[in-house]
Structures are given as structure tokens and as C-alpha cells.
């Protein structure tokens, strides 16, 4: 069975601090994607990043940054010089390839306080 | 542009009214999907569907019906609702060729209460 870990509930931290969103999965696949989705506090459910299992590169998209590395089955998020509109719910969430479900984590609500 | 409509945004019903929750997308996308959201359990997939007629089971799928009859809509069934279904429900869609996985679009969410 799939399952993915977000241990961090909720973290506040003030504007400009860097902070890293933890995300630990576990399956017995070798071939699998992870992905990121932002939930601000307007409800909906916005996509930031998917990653494949087969490329372990790690990707930076403006102040955003993603860290994958299978060793640790680990693909943790961070925020460089957060800002108030990062707060949101962050969820993590992981497919096996050849199947069609998806698990997601449980969240971690970021606070970003001016 | 490119969307997930579902209907109601809001509802509230009593115990054991069925009720059916619409969900749509403009995308000709072959991948549907419904999941709940409930504090402290995160996002969880009820029912899915990869194609036309094709659907299946997720994590939580009791108490839920679903079909999918056209590719464009994947309405979500709850025969005999109950207040342990009283949750945020959530429909998405992406496209799925040649296995690989895109991201999801999700719709704004349906908040339903049973009381």
C-alpha cells in the first residue's frame, strides 16, 4: 500500500523567512510521479509541480524550490523569502504509474505573518 | 477556458435524501476523479474513472455511487446520505495519455452538510 507523510501540521513563519515543507512517501513501486498542490484559504486547488520517479532532478521555479531524493523517499518543498500570499494548505500527493489512484498527505497549513 | 464546474456549491440535506452532485469539464480530458476533504485527513479519493463507462473503486467509496456515461461528466451519487458524509467534495480531471500523468484540474468544491 502507498502512503504519504506530512508530519508538519502547521507552521507560521514571518515574511521573508525561508521555510522547507516536508513530504515523505512510501510504495513498493519503482516507477511513481509526486506532485504538489497549494490550497490558499479561497478553497480551490492549484497545481505547483509533478515530478516522475525517473528524474531525480531537483527544480526551482522562482521562489519555489523542490528537493527529490528516492534515498530518503523524500520530495520536500521550500519557500525562499516567503511572502503572506504563501499561506495556504500545501499538499503533497503520490501515483503509482500503471495505476489510477492517488493518495494524498494530510496537508501542512503554512502561515505567513507580515 | 479551460474548467471544472460542480453543482451545488453548497448543500445541505437530511439524512437519507439522495442527492446527486454534478461535476463537468471542458477539457476532453479521458481521467475523472472525486475526493473529500475532511480536517486532519487530508484530500481522499472515493471513485474514479479513466475513461467512458470505465470507474473504480478508491479509498473511502462507501455510501458513494458514481457513472460515467459521457466523457464530460462524472456526477457523484449519494443514494442514502448520511452525517458522516458531511465533508468538502472535490471533482477533478487531467488527461492521461500514454500513461502518463498530468496534473489534476479540480473544480471550486461542494460543500455539503447531512444533517
Known amino acids: 500500500a502507498q502512503k504519504v507523510t506530512q508530519a508538519q501540521t502547521e507552521i507560521s513563519v514571518v515574511e521573508k523567512e525561508d521555510v522547507t515543507l516536508d513530504c515523505v512517501y512510501e510504495?513498493?513501486?519503482?516507477?511513481?510521479?509526486l506532485f504538489w498542490y497549494k490550497q490558499p484559504p479561497s478553497g480551490e486547488l492549484v497545481f505547483l509541480i509533478r515530478r516522475n520517479s525517473f528524474d531525480e532532478q531537483n527544480e526551482i521555479s522562482g521562489r519555489y524550490s523542490w528537493n527529490f531524493q528516492k534515498s530518503t523517499s523524500s520530495f520536500n518543498f521550500t519557500i525562499t523569502a516567503s511572502q503572506v500570499v504563501d499561506s495556504a494548505v500545501y499538499f503533497c500527493?503520490?501515483?503509482?504509474?500503471?495505476?489510477?489512484?492517488?493518495?494524498f498527505g494530510t496537508g501542512t497549513r503554512l502561515k505567513v505573518l507580515a | 477556458e479551460a474548467q471544472v464546474t460542480q453543482n451545488p456549491r453548497y448543500l445541505i440535506t437530511v439524512t437519507g435524501k439522495k442527492l446527486t452532485v454534478t461535476c463537468s469539464q471542458n477539457?476532453?480530458?479521458?481521467?475523472m476523479s472525486w475526493y473529500r476533504q475532511d480536517p486532519g485527513l487530508g484530500l481522499r479519493q472515493i471513485y474514479y474513472s479513466m475513461n467512458v463507462e470505465v470507474t473504480d473503486k478508491g479509498d473511502v467509496p462507501e455510501g458513494y455511487k458514481v457513472s460515467r456515461k459521457e466523457k464530460r461528466n462524472f456526477p457523484l451519487i449519494l443514494e442514502s446520505p448520511s452525517p458522516n458524509q458531511t465533508s468538502l467534495y472535490f471533482c477533478?480531471?487531467?488527461?492521461?495519455?500514454?500513461?502518463?500523468?498530468?496534473?489534476?484540474?479540480f473544480g471550486p468544491g461542494t460543500r455539503l452538510t447531512v444533517t
Open positions: 477533478a480531471s487531467s488527461s492521461t495519455i500514454a500513461g502518463v500523468k498530468n496534473e489534476q484540474y
Open positions: 510504495t513498493r513501486d519503482t516507477t511513481y510521479y
Open positions: 477539457m476532453n480530458h479521458e481521467y
Open positions: 500527493a503520490l501515483s503509482v504509474i500503471g495505476t489510477y489512484k492517488y493518495i
